[in-house]
């Protein structure tokens, strides 16, 4: 099959939305507003500084306590007095820091790519086969996002434990070798958008089943596939209960959990060095923060997507 | 014709082979589970002997031991103050949001970056923030005149504390729904307004049905999430160097269940606790469905 396909994007696929237009209503209004309207645009940008400090502020606190001195940690200064660069040379010894990283950076990328790999085709097969029992197949995919994940924690646990695998970083990535409900029914919306006749053409050149998906499918859906991907690498990062459930070994901790270590440490020791907490907070922070100024745009258009199936 | 029902069993054999990874999990990772679970909830399994049957001593525990009904109680007033809370903070900044147009895409972003900052982190640094003497939150009340609580430390504070960390990280809800109202047609507004609708009217009328799809699901997904809360409430008020007089004011039911799953290893009482949290959550989603399909306005008829 040699036909190149073009990447048309789907219908579902949202477009990207010329932001002046949505500038909609104000202008509706009868002239007789326009004063009244000058005040509310000033409080509505007054508004939305204020919550925006609020939103970003901590965040710059974060940045700013973290390289302060531990006796000005609490000076909510926005500029630290003086620079104690050494927090985060001092946050070597507090854990292996840089191993957690490592560590968070390969579950996360295990995790994401596992379970955009297997949702795809998941998804691809929903989509695109008509079979007996898709209907209540599809439902019961659905209806799995309802059940919490406590009922299975805990079975599940001890499947890991009886493979011998506790301890180990692969129950916090396996399990998205088997796709995973949400991007399931997600991608098997953008695949859904894809004109039938591209596929039915490629039938009759030859292609294969698989070939429909690896060469259709999955090059007309990247942007699809690039959301679930980085949604994961987020959620898969920030995740707490399984490395807490899972890891004992402070060499295989995420750096999330390795993060809480630390500040349990201060706290049992009842010596509290928050400025090195809070180097290791920023350092378990700044990759997604990365992650975000590369991915923005695809974090939107993931949630906008959301928003139309909802 | 014999053709045909040729293809349609490859063609399904094909389908069953795309699908087969959600079957393998389905059932060694949810369908198993489950069942094993609901055994395990009937006996006193400990991980290190053997699971004894021990009736409906566990289900009966759940009502003896006052920590469910506490874990509960708090877990809930969490949801009563984050969900709608979050709901009308996320609204609100949507719609400023909607109206000052080109400039949303630098706002979007600063509103989402606390998003992206793990429930780990965001717990750490809120317990410094909100600390009642010295953190920057009472600080910033005091310029008011207002005199903050202790936050992470008075007991009846402890649940605000975490709504309001949770509200920090709100961004994604506040990105749907300037989705939503983007994608109500402006004919409709423009109709509204002729007939002499007013902004609350037009709000009540127009934007709200036209966004109540959205609103919904939000607010679905968020009620559900809330009743499994964990990683913050376990960050900043649990660990190794908890004590055991500590309050039981912060203590969710996510919380507890785990403690008693990996801490007591008192595994079929933490079964049955799961099975509970399954129920009630499927209580709370059906009733909101039930409501929400009277509200809830699909464009063209349903999606589904």
Redesign the interface.
Known sequence: MTTEVRPVPPDTE?AP?P??Q?????E??PAGRRRSLGVAKVV??L??VV??I???Y??V??VS?SLKPKSQ??D?RVVPETFQWSNFVEVWNAGPVLRWLMNSGVVSLMAALAVTF?SA??A???A?????L?GL?FG??LA?M??????????????W?QVGLVDTQVPLWA?N???SAFY?FLLRQFFLGIPRELFEAARIDGCS?FGL?RRIALPLCRPALIIVFIFEI?AS?????KP??YLQTEEYFT???G??QI??GF??SGEYH?EI??AA??I??LP??V??AFG?RH??EG??T????? | MADRSLLQRREGRAAYLFIAPWIIGFLVFTAGPMVASLWLSFTDYSLVEPAHSVGTANYQQLLADPRVAKSLANTFVYAALFVPLGTVVALALAMLLQRIGRASGFFRTVFYLPVMTPAVAAGAMFLLLLNGQRGLVNQVLGWFGVTGPNWTTDPAWLKPSLALVSLWTVGGSIIIYLAALNNVPRQLHEAALLDGAGPVRRFVSVTLPMISGALFFTIITHTIAAMQMFDQAYTMFYGPQQKSTASDESLVYMVYLFQNAFEFFKMGFASAMAWLLFVIILVITVIQVRVGNRFVYYEGGSTR
């Open positions: 949202p939305q932001q002046a949505a500038a909609a209503p104000p509706l209004s509505r940008w508004l939305l919550f925006s609020a939103f970003v901590p965040l606190w974060l306590a940690v609490f909510n297997s085709l998941v691809f097969g929903f695109y086969f008509r079979f007996r898709r197949l019961l995919v799995t309802m059940l919490p994940g406590a009922v299975t924690m805990i079975p599940v646990y001890l499947i434990h399990n070798l088997f796709g399931i089943y998906f987020q990062w920030s995740d707490l209960l807490l459930i750096m999330p959990r993060l809480k500040v349990d706290a049992l928050w907490a809070m907070t920023l378990a922070t997604m923060i992650v975000f923005q974090f939107m949630l906008a959301t928003a139309k199936q909802g």
